[in-house]
């Protein structure tokens, strides 16, 4: 499955992005969002399951970011609101086969990437 992240861009602390992540025929993997900042790993973010029953978030952003998906348009959102400057990265997103609370943040599991999208914060 090809991913195709888009939505980054240039903002000041306390806005707000919308990234979005399209693809074709990938209603049957769950799909999550990673970061990478510059000089550091690329960590979890936030991601849903196929049916979009449950949504898992890394601690940093909990309460301010959204995971959503679009099925009928093979869409996942990443609804980012009160953006730090600790949220610089470029974002990510990862397609795999099911999600579960054993390995939503597990990257290495993650089969299928998107080219990334930068998001800068600015204070």
């Known amino acids: 499955v090809q991913l195709q992240a888009s939505g980054g861009g240039l903002v000041q602390a306390g806005d707000s992005l919308r990234l979005s992540c399209a693809a074709l025929d990938y209603t049957k993997y769950g799909v999550g969002w990673f970061r990478q900042a510059p000089e550091k790993e690329r960590e979890f973010v936030a991601a849903i399951t196929r049916l979009r029953t449950t949504t898992f978030y890394a601690n940093s952003v909990k309460g301010r970011f959204t995971i959503s998906r679009d099925n009928a348009n093979n869409t996942v959102y990443l609804q980012m609101n009160s953006l730090r400057p600790e949220d610089t990265a470029v974002y990510y997103c990862?397609?795999?086969?099911?999600?579960?609370?054993?390995?939503?943040?597990?990257?290495?599991?993650?089969?299928?990437w998107g080219q990334g999208t930068l998001v800068t914060v600015s204070s």
């Open positions: 990862a397609a795999k086969g099911e999600i579960n609370y054993a390995n939503y943040a597990r990257r290495p599991l993650y089969q299928f």
